[in-house]
């Protein structure tokens, strides 16, 4: 993983929006440093993982078939298959509402985790802005969840704990766990690869032979147990934010 330099497809959307982007960012008042070259490599890797899962929802929808299912309707079943699961364990009645927000967060953090074991990419969830921009995802997600099926007030009860005679406690304290449940969000994950990448990059410039393979599985490992995580973590938060009281 370098993070130096600017890689080719970075460049390349650099010369076809560089100029608007710079134009968009200098009007919000947020000037580039270098105009000609307004987007980094973590922007432009983050946006290709986007044009992945675009081209293939594309690809996929054209492939539909009941009686004759390709290989990747197979693969795709089997991820909406494990959402599913996943959310009726952890959320109960109601969950299927949540499979596409859950499993977009997953299949987009394992293919960001994932890029960076592809020659001139890097991992754009490396990179804090990234794994921040998920994060926050997530948190707008299930706290807009949480006041659609409470509504504002109800939701804001629900925060105060089941007592009322100990809301003022308990609200402050709810608070600062959804904020800290944000840091932790973005953190694991933006740490996980971050170290990955160094100690990956390190080993294999000391031992070339045999280790980068190694360190490649590591990488694979951890990419996969992140997304899972990233799916889990959500998942979680958005059962707290839309139980009832009993």
Same mark, same amino acid.
């Given at each position: 993983m370098n993070m130096g330099h600017e890689l080719w497809f970075t460049a390349l959307l650099n010369k076809i929006l560089g100029v608007p982007v710079s134009a968009f960012l200098t009007r919000l008042g947020l000037p580039p440093t270098n105009t000609a070259h307004p987007i980094p490599n973590y922007i432009a890797m983050e946006i290709l993982v986007g044009l992945v899962i675009l081209a293939g929802a594309v690809f996929l929808r054209r492939q539909l078939s009941v009686e004759h299912p390709g290989n990747f309707q197979h693969s795709m079943e089997v991820v909406i298959e494990f959402t599913r699961d996943l959310n009726n364990d952890l959320i109960g009645h109601g969950s299927e509402r949540y499979i596409a927000i859950v499993g977009t967060l997953g299949v987009f953090v394992l293919l960001g985790n994932l890029l960076g074991l592809v020659p001139t990419f890097e991992t754009p969830t490396a990179s804090v802005p990234v794994t921040l921009g998920c994060a926050v995802v997530a948190f707008v997600y299930y706290n %807009?969840?949480?006041v659609r099926k409470h509504g504002p007030f109800g939701y804001l009860k629900h925060l105060c704990g089941p007592m009322i005679f100990i809301a003022p406690l308990m609200l402050p304290i709810e608070i600062f766990s959804n904020f800290f449940r944000l840091l932790s969000l973005t953190a694991r994950l933006w740490a996980n690869m971050l170290v990955g990448g160094i100690l990956e990059g390190i080993f294999t410039g000391l031992v070339p032979i045999f280790v980068p393979a190694l360190f490649m599985g590591l990488h694979v490992f951890v990419s996969f147990?992140?997304?899972? @995580? %990233?799916?889990?973590?959500?998942? @979680?938060?958005?059962s707290f934010a839309v139980s009832e009281e009993h």
């Open positions: %807009f969840q949480g147990m992140q997304a899972y @995580v %990233f799916m889990l973590l959500p998942a @979680v938060y958005i």
